[in-house]
């Protein structure tokens, strides 16, 4: 059985997707940070700035930025600009409409997502 707490949960979500649906979000541009609770990513930058780890970080950027994408165990290949909704495995691409309302199982529709 659900708690109350989740079910009020799961209802606020629901309204939210409703919500976007009808009215598309307009992205906000201004913030410090994705989400306030991350740090500030000049300051992370700045930590991080002559490391090894940030030289690793640069060459999987020229990468991406060249259309080579690291997921998981492989390499994809991408388009340029890269086409975020492309199963490349199977060159099947979800439609470019309400999220809800795309069959992801139907694999000829989506692909394998």
């Not at 976007?20 to 992205?27: C, E, G, Q, R």
């Not at 600009?81 to 470019?96: G, I, K, Y």
Request: glycine content about 2%.
């Amino acid at each position: 059985m659900r708690s109350r707490k989740e079910i009020a949960f799961r209802l606020k979500q629901e309204f939210a997707n409703l919500w976007m649906n009808a009215w598309k979000p307009a992205p906000l541009l201004s913030a410090v940070s994705p989400l306030l609770c991350l740090p500030d990513p000049a300051k992370v930058a700045a930590a991080v700035r002559g490391t090894a780890h940030a030289t690793s970080i640069e060459l999987i950027a020229e990468a991406v930025l060249q259309g080579n994408v690291p997921v998981l165990d492989r390499v994809v290949r991408t388009d340029h600009p890269t086409r975020w909704r492309l199963d490349s495995a199977h060159q099947v691409e979800s439609p470019l409409q309400y999220f809800r309302r795309i069959p992801y199982l139907d694999f000829h529709v989506a692909g394998e997502h």
